[in-house]
């Protein structure tokens, strides 16, 4: 079973919606990371959190907000969808200590917003 | 400018043959350079660090050049297997929070 996993992996939804992508982790990490993932634009931060009670905005928080609901938990919502959050959504964790810079990421939740 | 950049290529080379990429990094503060490695249609995964007096890992040798701002991915022998998108990644250490900026990406593909 994968460490960090995401749900849906994919999704197809219209306008307007309200879409939950969640996010589990087994590696007992407190750093818990949303970044999305666009053709020609890498990866980008949405949100972060170092712990339960620490949240952070990314550098493109707009259109999105998170919960940190336990320590493997991360929840990133899209309160009304529109079509240019149509991407790919990973969630990703790391080590509070040291930081190696290493990122462990989930497999991807791929959504298109219609 | 980008804050890393890196050449999207396609790259496509035979089984075999030696191959490197490039990244450049637009902040003089950064302090951590990574690559990763992502397949089509998968998660990005830690490749290898690159340290200031350069790094071997097997077939990988990554280099740091401050002075120019650039850090680079050797491949020797390469694989079918090494085919995927390899990512240049740089920590940014700014108060509280460690900040990692993530390139587009170059993307390779080896030739039987």
């Known amino acids: 079973d994968a460490d960090v996993t995401q749900t849906p992996r994919n999704r197809i939804t219209k306008t307007g919606k309200r879409i939950m992508l969640e996010c589990s982790q087994t590696k007992g990490h407190d750093r818990m990371y949303w970044y999305r993932q666009d053709p020609g634009l890498g990866l980008r931060l949405i949100y972060y959190?170092?712990?339960?009670?620490?949240?952070n905005k990314g550098e493109i928080s707009d259109g999105y907000s998170v919960s940190r609901q336990a320590q493997a938990k991360f929840s990133l919502s899209l309160e009304s969808a529109i079509p240019n959050q149509t991407a790919l959504y990973f969630c990703?964790?790391?080590?509070?200590?040291?930081?190696?810079?290493?990122?462990?990421f989930g497999e991807g939740s791929r959504l298109t917003v219609l | 400018r980008k804050e890393v950049e890196q050449d999207p290529g396609p790259f496509n080379v035979p089984e075999g043959a030696t191959v490197a990429f490039n990244c450049t990094y637009s902040?003089?503060?950064?302090?951590?350079f990574f690559w990763y490695r992502q397949d089509c249609r998968k998660e990005p995964k830690l490749l290898m660090s690159?340290?200031?007096s350069g790094n071997e890992d097997g077939r990988f040798t990554a280099q740091l050049n401050r002075a120019s701002q650039y850090i680079s991915l050797l491949i020797r022998d390469s694989k079918l297997s090494d085919s995927a998108t390899y990512l240049c990644?740089?920590?940014?250490?700014?108060?509280?929070?460690?900040?990692?900026?993530f390139g587009t990406g170059t993307l390779l593909a080896v030739q039987p």
């Open positions: 959190s170092f712990d339960v009670k620490d949240i």
């Open positions: 990703a964790t790391s080590e509070r200590r040291p930081n190696t810079g290493e990122l462990f």
């Open positions: 690159v340290y200031s």
């Open positions: 902040n003089s503060a950064s302090q951590s």
């Open positions: 990644v740089v920590n940014q250490y700014g108060g509280a929070t460690n900040k990692l900026i």
